[in-house]
């Protein structure tokens, strides 16, 4: 898969670096959100960015795996939160409307066809196969997984979006994540499994075997991204990875949620190292395994509010971070302005 992406722009980072230092305050001294306004300045090439229009794309998807009882609830939670998206009753709308953010709901794959309009299809089919058993997808579907994310980015961004927030929903799909997160890292099994939505200490203990026999039964190859998702990946998260790979190609900045989405995060930076630049880490998980997905594309979350509910949630609380940064840079006086003394020491 051939994807050109864009280096960051530095000289836009650097204007944008020199007007924060003319600012009154001690040079340095907002820390990240000072980084932030520098980073954004480089992804979008443009020292003034400003992101207007935001969307949080929610892909959506079942998983085959759920046979092996790895959740604490039923698949058909997935189906019912996509008419709660829909209905705007979710956690991820009620954040999301807090940071002027739009929702974004897509079907990449419910095991059941929501027909819910506003819903938009792009079904590859009824959730993935029992990874344990054979691969979840056939590699066609995992590209077209990825051809789909990026289309999407696409679209968004033609539509006048300028900042794009990933978001997940799909019972079954942190055991995905971990068997994804362990064949891209090279991690075991035990290091990046965790408790999903809520399981028990004997129902974890079980979920780490699922995870050992689907790399035992497909051996995937870390230098085959693609194979990686078809083997025991899934439609959402491939659809992600496609997501950030069309926004980056775009040089539109990415916040990524938790580990689901960081899963997708470093499945795009498999198949193109440059969309790293691209990503803002809005928190960091409960997950174990996402910390393992953090340190392997040298990302630091914003937050750690201890969240694991997924669904674009915690990238939309970092958007209020996002939107402090720029507005720091746009609205703070000068020490010309303000007629305060610089400092003396040299
Ligand atoms: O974003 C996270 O880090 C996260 C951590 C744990 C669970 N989730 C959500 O919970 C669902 C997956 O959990 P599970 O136990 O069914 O694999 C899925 O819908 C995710 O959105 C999300
Ligand atoms: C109710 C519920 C909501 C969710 N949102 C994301 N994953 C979820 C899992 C469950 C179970």
Redesign the pocket.
Known sequence: MEIEIPAIDEAAAAAAARRLDRLTKPQGSLGRLEELAIRLAGMTGDPWCRFERRAVVVMAADHGVTEEA????PSEVTLQMVANFAAGGAGINVLARKAGAQVVVVDLGVKTPPGIPGVLDRRLGPGTKNMTREPAMTRAQAEAAVATGRELAAQLAAGGATLLLTG????????AASTVTAALTGRAPREVTGR??GLDDAAFAHKVGVVERALALHRPDPADPVGVMASVGGFEIAGLAGLILGAAERRVPVIV????TGAAALTACAIAPGARAYLIASHR???PG?GAILDALGLEPLLDLRL????GTGAALALHLVDAAVAIRDEMATFDEAGVSERTDG
């Open positions: 790895v959740s604490a609830y997940e929903m799909g019972i079954g799909n942190t055991t999903g939505t949620d938790g580990f689901i998980s409960v997950e996402h694991r509910l997924g669904e």
